[in-house]
């Protein structure tokens, strides 16, 4: 699994997406092309594990400061720590 620049895609590693308002701060938590993963929370690692809902060109981010999604709405449904994301050109490594 590599970034857009052709390096390689490690956990742990610190990256950038879009998000609203601008760009928001992750940590690489698990890869879909194995499912190796860091110490994530065991009811979620059990799902995604038994209905298979990570691609293989996909990854798990953690926010890293605070859910840029995060909402009081209750018309809509809680975000959590976690998101899937395609490991896309979108997706840079943090320096």
Do not use: C
């Not at 590599?2 to 998000?19: C, E, I, K, N, W």
């Not at 605070?66 to 009081?72: D, L, M, R, S, V």
């Amino acid at each position: 699994m590599q970034y857009h620049d052709g390096s390689r895609v490690m956990l742990g590693d610190f990256v950038t997406v879009p998000a609203p308002g601008g760009t928001a701060k992750a940590r690489v938590v698990m890869l879909g092309e194995t499912y190796e993963h860091l110490d994530i929370d065991e009811k979620f690692l059990a799902w995604v594990k038994r209905d298979k809902v990570l691609e293989p060109s996909s990854i798990v981010i953690e926010w890293v400061e605070g859910n840029p999604f995060a909402h009081e709405d209750p018309r809509y449904a809680p975000v959590g720590n976690y998101m899937f994301s395609l490991m896309d050109e979108w997706v840079t490594r943090d320096a």
